[in-house]
């Protein structure tokens, strides 16, 4: 059980209902415990979601969900390590949609430019890439919080950290994905909306 999760499902669901297409297939990347999918999938039954998380435990929880849950529109997790230039998912492309939850800080830059890449790659034309998180805007923090919580990041890791929106505005473009909305959320977080 992830209490993060649990707070932000209802705010980040609203999102999604109003951003995703209304039928069609989401690769969800990193997707950890799995309890967003089965919340997303409960709220949008015409969506297929896939969930995919490089971490075997991570996606033992996700079957553990799914097993729970019994929900029809949940696929089995797949590895996927974005940093990779195949995923192992492109026999099920193009998608509709690809959303990234509270990730692109946890990973090293090049999973960002590796998952941007991917979207460029197995996205319709049409399709949404959707990032839910801490992030700069204009090489400003949002919050002091966010500043702390990004210090804390790289002692952990240095390869870490809270991204700006306009370095993945510019990695994005170059992918053929042009940012369409950015939204404010709870707890000093973003939504970022790419097409």
């Known amino acids: ?5 649990a707070r932000n499902c209802g705010p980040i669901r609203d999102v999604l209902t109003r951003v995703l297409p209304k039928k069609g297939i989401v690769l969800e990347i990193g997707s950890g415990t799995g309890e967003h999918a ?6 949008l039954p015409e969506l297929v979601w896939l969930p ?8 033992a929880s996700i079957k553990a969900w799914i097993a729970t849950e019994g929900l029809a529109n949940v696929r089995a997790p797949v590895a996927i390590d974005v940093r990779r230039e195949a995923w192992g998912v492109e026999a099920k492309a193009p998608f509709d949609a690809m959303i990234s939850l509270n990730m692109v800080h946890i990973a090293p830059w090049e999973a960002a430019l590796g998952l ?8 319709r034309p049409d399709g949404v890439l959707f990032f839910y998180g801490p992030f700069m805007l204009g090489g400003t923090h949002t919050a002091a919080s966010n500043a702390s919580f990004d210090a804390d990041l790289k002692r952990r890791d240095p390869r870490w ?6 370095d993945l505005v510019g990695e994005a473009a170059s992918h053929g994905l042009e940012l369409r909305e950015v939204l404010e959320m709870p707890a000093n977080n973003l939504s970022l909306v790419f097409v």
Do not use: K
């Open 161 to 166: 950290g809270v991204r700006d929106v306009d």
């Open 116 to 123: 941007l890449a991917g979207a460029g790659r197995l996205l």
């Open 52 to 59: 995919s998380d490089p971490d075997a435990a991570s996606r």
């Open 1 to 5: 059980f992830s209490p993060s999760a």
């Open 38 to 43: 089965i919340c997303f999938a409960t709220a």
